[in-house]
């Protein structure tokens, strides 16, 4: 119902959590080209699939434009993730203000909603939980099963991180969560491991043996923090890697000015992963922006524009196209017409009602053609289409199924397109 709830009030999909449960129920025509990423990135490149390789970090862009189902294909491939055996993350931009010139931000965003495969609920004090776990299972079989746990903890401490310190935290928090003598102890290492000094007072950090830093270090110091959990995860996580979710990329380019300027510099240095220590590191990642971002960076920072250049697109076969453009991912009539009868599903469901399929297949064709012929600046189609055909099936649920005409549908169709034309321009406002 809390899908339903999401997809008829504003035609897009609700948190990550609840839309894994019932994507079967409305998903239509993205399973071919996820599974030529699950196979190319996933089950490859980013765990060294060839032989002799490490796995490694990589990045894509995937564009639509409002309403073009972006938001729908990352929690569809976060749904992927999990059973491919990766920790996974979604984060929306625009909702969560971050930005790639503040890693440390924007690390804190990503331990806060971290899930590991396998594991319910997210964050660091599962990750923390999940690790003990497994290690007190690794040693389990030991003829003296504690001295075996501590001796991996004590070894913890020599591997080499991008960040030792996140080690060392990371471990007394292991022994404290183990031990389960000092609880607010414990929660205070989880609280640093999650926010860094930014939630953390100087007498706690003084506890964990932490330093404070400058302002002006903090987000390489999260950068570093970042690929450390990455290979935390992989290595005593029981994930694969990490597959990194970011929704609305192109809100972050509101930026001006130098702000800007740091802004790309970041994210092509993410892109290159240029620093040794991280490059073996497997992390996954899918920006999801409307395609003007590619004018944006075109403008602003050739360098990045041209590494999400594409030659040969995704859509003509091309895995590793450094773009993947929703808008090509089916022809729109057959798209619609398909999203229109799984929608009907999902009502089903929603509403306890079964509906008479015959009839809402003609009156799913119905709204492809009036959807064709309505052409919406700045509102996709498809969100249009969802939102609207929502609604039909909410009035039948209440008054009885009926045939809908043409001129029916399309008042309908222009009170939906003014009602999130209306929501885009307040957004537009409150950004400002």
């Known amino acids: 119902m809390t899908a339903w709830r999401s997809l008829s009030s504003n035609g897009t999909p609700p948190s990550p959590e609840v839309s894994a449960k019932v994507l079967p129920e409305w998903s ?16 490859d490149f980013c765990v060294g699939g060839e032989e002799g390789s490490r796995g490694n970090s990589h990045f894509k862009l995937v564009i639509a434009g409002y309403g073009g189902g972006k938001t729908h294909f990352l929690h569809a491939f976060r749904h992927r993730a999990l059973e491919e055996g990766f920790a996974v993350c979604y984060i929306q931009c625009k909702k969560d203000e ?7 931000g924007l690390y804190s965003m990503i ?11 997210q964050g660091i004090a599962k990750i923390v939980e999940t690790a003990r776990d497994n290690i007190a299972s690794r040693t389990s079989s030991a003829p003296n099963a504690d001295a075996a746990f501590n001796a991996i ?7 080499d991180y991008p960040s030792t310190v996140f080690l060392d935290v990371m471990t007394k928090a292991i022994r404290l969560r183990n031990d389960r003598q000092d609880p607010q102890l414990y929660r205070v290492a989880v609280t640093w491991l999650q926010d860094g000094q930014r939630k953390t007072g100087p007498e706690d950090m003084k506890k964990l043996g932490v330093a404070k830093l400058a302002q002006k270090q903090l987000s390489a110091f999260g950068r570093e923090m970042f690929y450390s959990l990455v290979r935390f995860v992989t290595e005593f996580g029981g994930a694969k890697g ?57 403008t602003n920072y050739a360098a990045l524009y041209q590494r999400f250049s594409v030659i040969v697109p ?12 929703l808008e090509q991912l089916s022809e729109p009539r057959k798209l619609l017409a398909a999203i229109g009868l799984k929608l009907v599903n999902l009502a089903s469901l929603a509403l306890r009602h079964e509906f008479n399929r015959d009839l809402q297949r003609r009156n799913v ?5 009036v959807a064709e012929e309505r052409v919406f600046a700045n509102v996709d189609s498809r969100r249009l289409f969802v939102k609207t055909w929502c609604a039909f099936l909410d009035e039948q649920h209440r008054k009885g199924e009926q045939l809908y005409d043409a001129v029916d549908i399309n008042k ?11 929501e885009e321009e307040n957004d537009t406002e409150d950004d400002g």
């Open 365 to 369: 064709e119905t709204l492809v053609e």
């Open 28 to 43: 239509v025509g993205i399973d071919d080209w996820q599974d030529r990423l699950v196979n190319t990135y996933l089950r």
């Open 111 to 121: 331990a806060q909603s971290i899930r590991l495969p396998g594991v319910d609920g």
């Open 242 to 298: 990490l597959v990194l979710l970011m929704d609305e990329m192109d809100t972050m380019f509101s930026a001006k000015g130098k702000a800007l300027e740091r802004l790309l510099a970041a994210l092509r240095t993410t892109i290159d992963q240029s620093d040794d220590r991280i490059d073996s590191i497997p992390v996954f990642g899918l920006f999801a922006a409307v395609p003007e971002i590619n004018g944006q960076m075109q």
């Open 98 to 104: 971050v930005s790639f010139d503040d890693w440390m």
């Open 314 to 325: 995704f859509h003509e076969g091309n895995d590793n196209a450094a773009q993947i453009n």
């Open 412 to 422: 309908a169709f222009q009170g939906t397109y003014q009602g999130i034309k209306d």
């Open 153 to 159: 903890l004590e070894d913890l401490q020599w591997l």
